[in-house]
């Protein structure tokens, strides 16, 4: 959608700008007009105008390439961090042509969990109740006491329950100090169950059971 781009840049549509301070860099800013998911589009914008102008401008776009926008599916989020004063959202807002558009404070999108509270507490959640899912599947071949070899089982684990666990933690997630703990426990726990402890006063440490596994 470089053409997209290009046309906010001439009809100066700016999106929502983001300060990056890197040590031993000079402050830049960045436009965040759009980012691109599959074929699925994602419009981040500073204020509802913006939002309606890029919409706009988008929407022009598509039709001069012969696609339409299934404006059904499309959903808007009004993101506000913990630390911004709270703003009551709209129900829905209208787009350039009177296409009505729900807001919705939840959206799941390919695994993934975005909340208008800019936390990822549901999505965190939501990987491990699907982590959890994968280990009951494989646990035949991964508990204590199977016949499955210990580099074998570090394979499955990898390969099924680990990826499960943390999708799109590496492009999304900004793991605060409890959410990391969270995500440990959970981890230590599958590990637990492949070696055949449980946690107590005389179990493996965990540096013991990362060297077991």
Request: net charge positive.
């Amino acid at each position: 959608m470089r053409c997209f781009a290009h046309k906010c840049r001439e009809l100066n549509v700016r999106g929502s700008v983001v300060q990056s301070n890197v040590p031993g860099r000079a402050p830049a800013e960045r436009d965040l007009s759009y980012q691109l998911c599959a074929d699925d589009q994602a419009l981040l914008c500073p204020s509802l105008p913006a939002l309606q102008s890029a919409l706009g401008v988008l929407q022009a776009t598509a039709r001069g390439w012969g696609f339409t926008i299934d404006f059904a599916k499309t959903k808007g989020m009004l993101m506000q961090p913990p630390t911004a004063p709270p703003v009551e959202a709209l129900a829905t807002f209208q787009l350039p042509g009177r296409q009505s558009v729900e807001v919705v404070s939840t959206f799941k999108y390919v695994g993934s969990v975005v909340q208008s509270c800019c936390t990822h507490r549901a999505a965190f959640h939501c990987r491990i109740s699907s982590a959890n899912i994968a280990f009951r599947m494989l646990r035949p071949l991964l508990r204590a006491g199977c016949r499955t070899t210990t580099c074998t089982k570090r394979i499955l684990y990898n390969a099924y329950v680990l990826p499960a666990l943390t999708y799109s933690a590496a492009g999304t997630w900004a793991l605060t100090p409890s959410a990391w703990a969270a995500y440990h426990t959970v981890h230590n726990a599958f590990l637990r169950e492949m070696v055949g402890t449980r946690p107590g006063p005389h179990c493996l440490s965990n540096d013991a059971l990362y060297d077991r596994m």
